[in-house]
Structures are given as structure tokens and as C-alpha cells.
């Protein structure tokens, strides 16, 4: 039950595990992460072996996805893919929570013209187009993983930066920041101890959503051939690779395409009731 | 209000200098090499390909002289499509992703703006619910995913539009459609959200003491107030629409802006890269200063606080 000695975290989650579609998402998503990490090795089949005997072969009790165009196994393949997927959009997310909460954070609590400055960078470099910046980043440094995770760094800590600036500057006017100034903190004391801590519920939300809008762009870019290479498999390379054979083969596509679509709606879904939780638990403190 | 709008006309251009000059020296430092792309050319041959188009100046002269011929309008040639301008180039490929990007448009306000409306008018009921779901299902499956769903069921298996090309209005259906789902999720989203906050407020309890019908309260009294945030929404989403998607341009095989642009980074077609960017920014900075003008004329409390808090505005 929520009572008025329950904490931020308790009442957040009394109204987020009301929302048995965010519940449901949850479930869904560690269910992806557990086969994720368990399939690969508890299969007879690898990723990357190739038996031209058994290609293009539909869904069946020994495959249950169907084979690919070299005889892979699909359901391997998704998720040894779902590996990539998932780190790409985590790794990626933590990057993009770092640099972002700092630099909207310095820009917010600095005020003035350093804040003006570091938002017009953010404003140049977000019109920057982004495929540009990642063919740049490929060539320059060699796809693969590590390239993909850069770049997804690169363009996409603008959002969290213009997030925590605009929580910030609500928060910054706030008595108790003047009583920590008057008392002689510092600027990172009163920016670590003070802000971030009372900014935690949108910084949340903003990474809940940083992390399938990760997993789009990588899926987007293998889909494009311009992510990881063979034999790694990540979904948006099986679905770029399926697309050919979209009419004779069509589960090639479909299955990546699916989980692509499952896993980024799950994702909205707990960011989104996070979001209402939240904001419901704020009301609740400013009416009471 | 003239004011405000000079200091951000001011910032855009310094914007755009920034940028045109930061895309330059990007496209310079790619490995590869706009003439060396299928075989190799003998050296001379090279060398005077570079001198002609003057490549083989250092880089800040180079700039300088890319600015000089812009400030007179022109982009130069194309460097792998022979006897191609930039500005042609542009010119006949824009208007197809304009055109792409219009009926995506046409599609996504109405139904976002009617759906966000819907949900805020029956906010307790099931239409809110089936609209958030609605809405979230749009901006979760990507693009490229709902383009090839709608071309494989629509068109290859139950042969209801053309599959690809471009020309006629049937073949424009099947991509205004992938192209418009998500702002239409986005745009519902964000007239909900707002319309069930402005529902709250002091005049609309007001309204409804009078005993005025809640669809006219929502249409008359309350869709005027969340304009705003609607409209700086909608600007920029406008700008990226208009200048194509290049995943449902390949898709659909249609060949916009997009398709160029990607040509132009993997040919390193310098002068194309270059002109496409700098297009496609001055009609994003367009579009949003327009839409800064609109929202001060709409609504004058917005110049009065960038009056008063400089800066944050």
C-alpha cells in the first residue's frame, strides 16, 4: 500500500505495476534478455555455421524460425542478434546519459553565456545530418560494433542534454539551492548532491526511451549495410538480409522484424508508464 | 517582437556559417576519393581532374571559394555526375520528396490532431486507452519495418497499389502512409497530453458552468491554447518530412532528395554533399523561425516573457 512514509522509489512503483501493460513489457523484456543470453550456448546449432544443404528452410520442429540463405538457424541467429541489439542499446544509453546530463547540466547551472554557447553546439551539431556523421565515423574508423556504438553516441546525446537543462533551470530557482549556496557548496556539490537527485524521474523516462531509439538506429543502419558485418548477426542486419527474399522466403524478414517491433514497443510502453507514475507521484507530493 | 526575431535570424546564419563549415571539413577528412571509385585513373589524368575542379587547393582556400560562389547562388557541378549542377540536381529531385513528404503531412495532422482530440475528449473512457496504444505502436514499429509491411500485403500479395517507381498519384499512397504513421503517433500524443492539461484549467471549468457542449469547449475555448506546442512540434517534422526519408525513398524505389544525398556521401560527390546540407538546413532554420513568428503573433505573452527572461526563450 502507499502511505505518506512510503519513498519516491515505493510510491513510483504502487502506480507503476498498476499499468499491467508496462508489467506485461517488463516481463517480455527479461524473458528476451534471459534466452538472449542462454540460447547461444544451449543450442546445437551456431550462428555462424553454414549448411547449404538445409538453405531457406520454413519454420519447422527443428528449426523453429526456418534457416536463412547459408542454413543457419533463425531462432539462433535472433538471439545472438538480440545480444547486439541489447548492448548496442544500453551501451549507447549510458554514453548518451553521461555526456548529456553533464553537458545540460553545466549548461543549466552555469546560466548565461556559457549556457547559451553550449546550447547553440547542441543546436548546430543536432542540424548536422546525421547519416554523414556515421558514414564519416564507418570509414574513418572501420564498422563493426564499437563504430556504431560511437556514433550512436555522437548524435544522440543532444535529447538528454536539452532534457536536463530544461529540469534544471525549473529546479535551479528553487530555496533549497540557495540555502545550499548560502551554506558554501560548490558548483558540482550543488549540481550531484542537489539537482540531478531531484531530476532523477525525467533523466529516467529519457533513458528508457534512449534505449530502443539506440536499438532503431543500429537496426536501421545494418538494414541500411552499413552496421556490424557476417558473420555477426544483429536484427536489423537479418532483416536487410531477408528483404530480397521477402516474397519466396518471407520469415527471413518477418522474424527479426517482429522482435525489432516487440522489443522497441516494450520499451515505449515501460518508459511511457514510467512517465505516468511519475508524474503521478509529483502531483501527489504537490497536492498533499 | 521584430527585435526577437532579428536575434534569432542572427543566430541562425551564424548557425548555418558554422555548420556549412563543419560539413566541409567532415567531408574532407572521409578516406576515398570522388575519382578513384571503379578503376583506378592514370596519375596525370587525376591530378588535372583536381586542379579543375580545385581540389588541389589547401582547404581554407577551398572554403572560401565554395562561400564566394554561394554568395552568387551557385553550387557548383557535380563531381561524378557529369555535366550535372548541384542546384539542377536539386532542384528536380527536391520536388518529388516535397511532394512525398506533403501527403505524408496531409495524412498526419489531421489524424494525429483528430485522435489527440478524441482521446482528450473521452479522456476516462476506452478511446484514450486505444489512442495511447494506437499512438505508441506508431512510434515503436520503425518505418522501415511498417514500408515493407504495407508493400509486401498491399501491394505484392493482394495487388491493391502499385509496389514501387514513382509517377502516378496510386504509386505516392503506399509511402505518404509509412512516411506519415509516426508524426500522426507524435502529433496525437502531444494534442492529448496538452488538450487533457488545458482541460484543467480555471476557464474551462468556467465554460462548462455556462453549460457549453464539451466538443465546443475542446474546439473553441481549449484548441487555441495548445496551438503553440502543437506548432513547434509540427515545424520542424515538417522539414524533415519534406526532405525525404531515404529508407521509404529506397524502399519504394522513388528517387528524392534522400536517395541523392546517400549517393552523393558513398560517391564522395563534395559539392553535392555540401549543397543538399546546407538546403536541407536553411529550410529547417526556415521553417523554424516561421513557426517563432507565428507563435509570437498567436500568442503575445511569449514576447513579453523572452522580454523579461532573456535567454531562455
Known amino acids: ?288 | 517582437m521584430i527585435a526577437i526575431l532579428a536575434r534569432k535570424l542572427f543566430y541562425a546564419c551564424l548557425s548555418l556559417i558554422v555548420l556549412s563549415m563543419l560539413t566541409f571539413v567532415l567531408v574532407r577528412i572521409i578516406p576515398g576519393d570522388p575519382f578513384q571509385q571503379e578503376q583506378a585513373l592514370p596519375e596525370e589524368i587525376y591530378h588535372a581532374l583536381r586542379h579543375t575542379y580545385g581540389l588541389d587547393a589547401p582547404i581554407h582556400s577551398q572554403y572560401i571559394n565554395y562561400i564566394t560562389n554561394l554568395c552568387s547562388l551557385r553550387l557548383g557541378p557535380s563531381l561524378v555526375y557529369h555535366k550535372q549542377d548541384v542546384a539542377e540536381i536539386i532542384g528536380h529531385s527536391f520536388p518529388t520528396s516535397a511532394l512525398l513528404g506533403g501527403e505524408a503531412l496531409a495524412l498526419a495532422i489531421p489524424v494525429g490532431i483528430f485522435l489527440g482530440l478524441w482521446s482528450a475528449f473521452y479522456q476516462h473512457g476506452w478511446q484514450n486507452s486505444l489512442t495511447h496504444i494506437l499512438a505508441i505502436i506508431g512510434i515503436s514499429v520503425p518505418s522501415f519495418i511498417l514500408g515493407t509491411l504495407l508493400q509486401y500485403f498491399l501491394a505484392v500479395k493482394l495487388q491493391l497499389f502499385p509496389i514501387a517507381c514513382w509517377g502516378s498519384f496510386s504509386q505516392t499512397i503506399l509511402p505518404a502512409i509509412s512516411l506519415g504513421a509516426l508524426p500522426a503517433a507524435f502529433i496525437a500524443r502531444i494534442t492529448g497530453a496538452n488538450m487533457i492539461e488545458e482541460l484543467k484549467q480555471g476557464y474551462i471549468t468556467t465554460a462548462r458552468a455556462k453549460g457549453l457542449p464539451e466538443y465546443r469547449i475542446i474546439w473553441r475555448h481549449a484548441l487555441k491554447n495548445i496551438l503553440i506546442p502543437l506548432l513547434s512540434y509540427i515545424g520542424p517534422l515538417s522539414a524533415h518530412t519534406l526532405t525525404g526519408a531515404f529508407i521509404i525513398e529506397k524502399i519504394y524505389g522513388i528517387p528524392g532528395l534522400g536517395y541523392w544525398f546517400v549517393n552523393s556521401v558513398s560517391n564522395r560527390d563534395y559539392p553535392l554533399i555540401m549543397g543538399i546540407t546546407l538546403f536541407y538546413c536553411t529550410l529547417l532554420l526556415t521553417i523554424s523561425l516561421a513557426v517563432d513568428a507565428l507563435s509570437l503573433m498567436i500568442d503575445p505573452r511569449l514576447a513579453k516573457a523572452a522580454k523579461n527572461n532573456r535567454g531562455v526563450v
Open chain 1, 1 to 288: 500500500m502507499i502511505s505518506p512514509s512510503s519513498t519516491f522509489w515505493q510510491k513510483i512503483w504502487f502506480y507503476f505495476k498498476s499499468n499491467r501493460l508496462a508489467i506485461f513489457s517488463g516481463w517480455l523484456l527479461i524473458v528476451f534478455i534471459m534466452l538472449a543470453i542462454t540460447v547461444p550456448f544451449l543450442s546445437s546449432y551456431s550462428y555462424y555455421d553454414v549448411n547449404l544443404s538445409i538453405k531457406n528452410q520454413p519454420p519447422s520442429p527443428n528449426h523453429w524460425f526456418g534457416t536463412d540463405d547459408l542454413g543457419r538457424d533463425i531462432f539462433v541467429r535472433i538471439w545472438y542478434g538480440a545480444r547486439i541489439s541489447f548492448f548496442v542499446g544500453i551501451a549507447a544509453a549510458c554514453i548518451d546519459l553521461v555526456i548529456g546530463a553533464l553537458w545540460g547540466g553545466i549548461a543549466a547551472l552555469a546560466g548565461g553565456k556559457l549556457d547559451e554557447i553550449m546550447m547553440r553546439f547542441v543546436d548546430i551539431l543536432s542540424a548536422l545530418p546525421s547519416l554523414l556523421i556515421t558514414i564519416t565515423l564507418i570509414v574513418a574508423l572501420g564498422s563493426g560494433l564499437h563504430t556504431i556504438i560511437i556514433a550512436l553516441s555522437v548524435l544522440g546525446w543532444f535529447t538528454m542534454a536539452r532534457i536536463v537543462r530544461g529540469q534544471l533551470l525549473k529546479i535551479k530557482q528553487q530555496e533549497y539551492v540557495l540555502a545550499a549556496r548560502a551554506l558554501g557548496a560548490n558548483f558540482w556539490r550543488i549540481l550531484f548532491r542537489h539537482l540531478f537527485p531531484n531530476a532523477v524521474g525525467p533523466i529516467l523516462v529519457t533513458l528508457t526511451l534512449t534505449i530502443p531509439s539506440a536499438i532503431f538506429t543500429e537496426a536501421f543502419l545494418s538494414y541500411l549495410g552499413l552496421g556490424v558485418q557476417a558473420p555477426i548477426a544483429s536484427w536489423g542486419t537479418m532483416a536487410n538480409e531477408g528483404l530480397p527474399a521477402m516474397e519466396y522466403y518471407p520469415w527471413r524478414l518477418w522474424v527479426p522484424a517482429t522482435f525489432i517491433s516487440l522489443t522497441l514497443l516494450a520499451f515505449h510502453i515501460i518508459g511511457d508508464g514510467l512517465n505516468d507514475a511519475i508524474t503521478q507521484v509529483t502531483e501527489y507530493r504537490e497536492t498533499s
